[in-house]
């Protein structure tokens, strides 16, 4: 399958972005869909991710409240919505994809497949 991120840009702090990745190649509802980042610097992140029916979401600590994964299967896309960005969210975003599994909702960096990754910057 491959995954299209889109989305990213400048920001200040406060304000809010929403990230999509489109997917083709594959049944999009076969497949648990996250968000991993990695700011300059640092390793990699896990933001979040959903389960392939949406009804499970998980997210890290330092975005939960702040930013919210969806889903359309109809339109074989996830989003991430993210609301009180922060200078320390800068970072570049990668949406990953995992075959027939709930399993990996809190790897890092074990994927099946992998966006090409969005920036991110937050600028105080």
């Known amino acids: 399958v491959q995954l299209q991120a889109s989305g990213g840009g400048l920001v200040q702090v406060g304000g809010s972005l929403r990230l999509s990745c489109a997917a083709s190649?594959?049944?999009?509802?076969?497949?648990?869909m996250g968000w991993i980042r990695q700011a300059p610097g640092k390793e990699r992140d896990i933001v979040a991710s959903?389960?392939?029916?949406?009804?499970?979401?998980y997210y890290a600590n330092s975005v939960k409240g702040r930013f919210t994964i969806s889903r359309d299967n109809a339109k074989n896309t996830v989003y991430l919505q993210m609301n009180s960005l922060k200078p320390e969210d800068t970072a570049v975003y990668f949406c990953?994809?995992?075959?027939?599994?709930?399993?990996?909702?809190?790897?890092?960096?074990?994927?099946?497949?992998w966006g090409q990754g969005t920036l991110v910057t937050v600028s105080s």
């Open positions: 990953t994809a995992d075959y027939n599994t709930d399993q990996r909702m809190r790897t890092i960096n074990v994927h099946d497949y």
């Open positions: 190649g594959g049944t999009f509802s076969e497949y648990t």
């Open positions: 959903i389960s392939r029916t949406g009804g499970v979401t």
